[in-house]
Structure formats: structure tokens, C-alpha cells
């Protein structure tokens, strides 16, 4: 048994126009980022220099073996970058992040860890350098 439901002309013009003031009130919000909770900040995974230069002074929690690690961005430096490089990467340049442990504490590099925030989502970061400063290079 079948059961057909008929919509007439004025409800598929009134559903059409919703949809219609719905679209065009959801892309503005999306572009600036209102659909985000207050205070939320976008993933770090993908963002370029200038996010993480704002996140300059932010104690990050690594994840290791023997347990959670803070780790502090100092500095953020922009590398060099020739008119060859790939059109298809996410960043438009390279830059180099520069983390300190505090204290005496040792994290051996050559490895990635997950680092975490209170104000940015959980980002897999590889280490190529360092034990109490440790590098992390972003192309």
C-alpha cells in the first residue's frame, strides 16, 4: 500500500523561499565564523604562520609515552619560498615553530606528538630537532 502526498504550488513556492532566506542567512554566519562556539579558534592542523604567530606564548600539552608534556610556542619564523613551490599545498609559505619545555625537562624530537590546548583543537605536530627546544617545520 502506497500513500501519495500532494504539495501544491504554494508550498513548494513557500518551502523554496525558506530554503532560499535560510542559505542566504547561514553563508555570511559560516564565512565569519559565527557558527563556532565563542572563544573557539580554528584547527591549527591547517592554519598558516599568522595563526600560529597568534598563538605565540600558548602552553600546549604533548602527548607521550610517559605521559603529558607542556610545551610553550615562543617563536614562529616564515621561511624563504621560490616561485616553484607546489600550487597545491595548503599554506602559500614555510614556516619553522619553535617550542620550550620547561625547566629541565628533555622531549626527544625526530618524532610527532599530539599537542592540545585549552583554546585550540588537538594538532599532530612532527619535532625534526631539539630536546629542550624543539623544532616543528610547517610547508
Do not use: C
Not at 562556539?37 to 605565540?56: C, M, Y
Not at 610556542?73 to 616553484?84: E, I, K, Q, T, W
Not at 585550540?120 to 627546544?133: E, L, W
Request: aromatic residues 6%; without cysteine.
Amino acid at each position: 500500500m502506497t500513500k501519495t502526498t500532494e504539495i501544491g504550488r504554494r508550498g513548494l513556492i513557500v518551502g523554496a523561499a525558506a530554503a532560499a532566506g535560510l542559505t542566504a542567512l547561514a553563508a555570511p554566519a559560516r564565512a565569519t565564523g559565527l557558527g563556532r562556539a565563542r572563544g573557539a579558534r580554528p584547527s591549527l592542523a591547517t592554519a598558516g604562520a599568522d595563526a600560529w604567530r597568534a598563538a605565540v606564548g600558548t602552553v600546549f600539552a604533548a602527548e607521550t609515552d610517559a605521559g603529558r608534556v607542556p610545551l610553550r610556542l615562543v617563536a614562529v619564523d616564515r621561511l624563504g619560498s621560490g616561485p616553484a613551490r607546489p600550487a597545491g599545498l595548503a599554506r602559500d609559505h614555510g614556516f619553522a615553530l619553535s617550542f620550550a619545555l620547561p625547566g629541565g625537562a628533555r622531549l626527544p624530537a625526530n618524532r610527532a606528538y599530539r599537542l592540545a590546548s585549552a583554546d585550540h583543537k588537538p594538532v599532530d605536530v612532527f619535532f625534526s630537532s631539539g630536546t629542550r627546544q624543539l623544532t616543528a617545520i610547517f610547508n
